[in-house]
């Protein structure tokens, strides 16, 4: 099955500036995720979706963050205005939601942020 | 809430030499656990997981690891390493019933030195 893809790869603003980020998770897969990794961190989770709806977004600077999944498939999420500290890679993950298989989380390849 | 400790942050090691990459976790209810290795510009590949049963987790490119309940760990093994396993591994703990919230620790680089 293909797996969860995420666009663009790269991106490279100044600080204040808008960007966005797509994920489109493996098919069938009902939960979504965000997660910010800052170099030389482990993954920490922004914000997790149930099919469009908000499960946690409790770690998610409601700020300057937003993230949106409308139909329930694939999700944007949104920094406006970039800080400098927002630099980091931003990875979405899939889950499957049917016991006994709803318990790995599978990656995209992240998009890579840099905030000048 | 579950955290993870990954004691080591670098491990260099020999081409063909045995790797031991070290996680303890911290959690009031039972965890499942991974392993997940990340190379670069790239997203992170699952490498085993352990939900129940048998305390030994074999997983994808001949990695291991052991779940101890009495010491929180569970620390990923492999016999005779290879250049490409140079890479960020990371360990991570979800609860089940509390919507599987992954907690990451903060990753160990291997490098394997030819």
């Known amino acids: 099955e293909a797996g969860v893809a995420q666009s663009p790869r790269y991106k490279i603003i100044e600080k204040r500036q808008s960007v966005a980020f797509w994920c489109n998770p493996i098919?069938?897969?009902?939960?979504l995720y965000w997660y910010q990794q800052i170099l030389g961190q482990g993954p920490k989770l922004l914000i997790q979706?149930?099919?469009?709806?908000?499960?946690?977004d409790s770690q998610l600077p409601k700020d300057r963050f937003s993230a949106e999944r409308l139909k329930g498939v694939d999700s944007t999420l949104k920094i406006q205005p970039a800080k400098l500290e927002d630099s980091a890679v931003y990875l979405c993950?899939?889950?499957?939601?049917?016991?006994?298989?709803?318990?790995?989380?599978?990656f995209g390849p992240g998009t890579r942020l840099l905030v000048l | 809430a579950q955290s993870v400790t990954q004691l080591d942050s670098q491990v260099p090691v020999f081409e063909e030499a045995p790797v031991e990459l070290r996680c303890n976790y911290s959690?009031?209810?039972?965890?499942?656990l991974f392993w997940y290795v990340q190379y670069p510009n790239q997203g992170l590949q699952l490498l085993l997981k352990?939900?129940?049963?048998?305390?030994l987790v074999k997983g994808i490119n001949g990695f291991e690891a052991e779940f101890n309940k009495s010491q929180t760990s569970f620390h990923l093994r492999k016999p005779s390493v290879h250049i490409s396993d140079t890479a960020e591994y990371f360990c991570?703990?979800?609860?089940?019933?509390?919507?599987?919230?992954?907690?990451f620790g903060t990753g160990t680089s291997l490098t394997v030195i030819p």
């Open positions: 979706f149930q099919n469009n709806g908000v499960v946690d």
């Open positions: 991570a703990v979800s609860a089940p019933n509390t919507g599987n919230q992954f907690y």
């Open positions: 993950a899939s889950r499957h939601y049917k016991t006994g298989r709803n318990e790995t989380q599978y």
């Open positions: 959690s009031s209810v039972s965890v499942y």
């Open positions: 352990y939900l129940s049963g048998s305390t």
């Open positions: 098919s069938g897969h009902a939960t």
